[in-house]
Every structure is written in structure tokens, then in C-alpha cells.
């Protein structure tokens, strides 16, 4: 069963760019599937960052696009979400998903909380 | 590119059926079968209970259902049950190859 867990800072300073890593266990990446991130600002709604392919097709949220980058290191079985130009409007739980294609997100990390803070 | 919309809460009694709306645009959930919702439970992670408008993923139960017409999707919820209590996400293939979530509705079992 595939298991998916979220690592990085907790905390991020206004301006600064936030990097996260995805560690993928009971599957390898290499063999399919889409993997993303979903955040969810305290008390609101889920919002879709971003996904890529197996393969490295990257696919962005385009209001978020000048701001993210999604990559694979499929030696490591994992992915990564950078976000630059952290705002306070940035402070989310932040998910990381696999995705069987066209929204299908079928297993998720436990999710992990950045705040935007100096 | 807006939220989906969704009522912000709906409720009912144990035993019986509620529906949640889904409403986007002919880019979005009119546009193409790729509709999906989620569960949620305060705390946690959201949970997968239909793609593709209509389809369960492996272990889901089939007292959830999906449904589409036009640019409105919908979720059926029969047998209703006190665990039932949970946020409710939408979720549509857009046609820029995005995604885009439905605001979240909260479910109250009376």
C-alpha cells in the first residue's frame, strides 16, 4: 500500500521560498501515476497547487505558476514543491497526493502546516 | 479561474438521503467526466470517494454516489450516519489542465 509523507519547514519568513519534499513509500514513482500538492489555509477550503508525471510533466495552479516548481527524484522516490515569494496568504496545511489522473487523488500525505512569519 | 461552488452546509437525519451540489462552468465540470469528491474529517487528511463523476476507487462505500448534469455535479449520500459528519470537496478537470476544488460543504447529522 502506497504511503506518502510530507517534510520541511514548519516555519517560513515573508519572501523566502518554501521547500517541500514528498518521501513515496510502496510504489515506485517511476512506474506511473501523477504526484501532487493540495494546501488548505486554516479553517478554508482545499486548493490545488500542482502536479507532475512519472515521466516530469509539470502541471501549476496558473495563478500560482510564476511561483512553483514541482520535481521528481525518482532515485530517491520522492517529489518536491518549491514556492517562492512566501506571503502570508501562503500559511496552509500543505498535502502531498498521487494522482490516478484528472484529479484522481487517491492517497495523501498526513499533511504538514507552514506557517508565514518573520 | 473561481472555486467550484458548493452550499456551505447541509444536514439531515440518520436513514435518510442528502445531495450536495457541484456547480462550475462548460470549461470545467460541463466540460468533461472528471469529477471527483472527497471526505474530510477535521484534523485530517481528505479521503477519495468518487472519480469520474460516478465511480468508486477500491474500498469506498457504494452508499456514496455521483452524478452530473451539465455544468452541475452532484454527490448522494443515502443511508445517512452519524459518521457521515464531514466536510465535502469537489474536485474538476479544467481545460487549461488544471484542476480547481469546490469551496467544501459541511454535513451535520441531525
Known amino acids: 500500500q502506497v504511503q506518502l509523507q510530507e517534510s520541511g519547514p514548519g516555519l517560513v519568513k515573508p519572501s523566502e521560498t518554501l521547500s517541500l519534499t514528498c518521501a513515496v513509500s510502496?510504489?515506485?514513482?517511476?512506474?506511473?501515476?501523477?504526484w501532487g500538492w493540495i494546501r488548505q489555509p486554516p479553517g478554508k477550503g482545499l486548493e490545488w497547487i500542482g502536479s507532475i508525471s512519472h515521466s516530469g510533466s509539470t502541471y501549476y495552479k496558473p495563478s500560482l505558476k510564476s511561483r512553483v516548481t514541482i520535481f521528481v527524484d525518482t532515485s530517491k522516490n520522492q517529489f518536491s514543491l518549491q514556492l517562492n515569494s512566501m506571503t502570508a496568504a501562503d500559511t496552509a496545511v500543505y498535502y502531498c497526493v498521487r494522482d490516478g489522473g484528472y484529479g484522481t487523488h487517491d492517497s495523501w500525505g498526513q499533511g504538514t502546516l507552514v506557517t508565514v512569519s518573520s | 479561474q473561481s472555486a467550484l461552488t458548493q452550499p456551505a452546509s447541509v444536514s439531515g437525519s440518520p436513514g435518510q438521503s442528502i445531495t450536495i451540489s457541484c456547480t462550475g462552468t462548460s470549461s470545467d465540470v460541463g466540460g468533461y467526466n472528471y469529477v471527483s469528491w472527497y471526505q474530510q474529517y477535521p484534523g485530517k487528511a481528505p479521503k477519495l470517494l468518487i472519480y469520474d463523476v460516478t465511480k468508486w476507487p477500491s474500498g469506498a462505500s457504494n452508499r456514496f454516489s455521483g452524478s452530473k448534469s451539465g455544468n452541475t455535479a452532484s454527490l448522494t449520500i443515502s443511508g445517512l450516519q452519524a459518521e457521515d459528519e464531514a466536510d465535502y470537496y469537489c474536485?474538476?478537470?479544467?481545460?487549461?489542465?488544471?484542476?480547481?476544488f469546490g469551496g467544501g460543504t459541511k454535513l451535520t447529522v441531525l
Open positions: 510502496g510504489y515506485s514513482m517511476s512506474s506511473g501515476y501523477y
Open positions: 474536485c474538476s478537470f479544467v481545460r487549461s489542465g488544471s484542476l480547481i
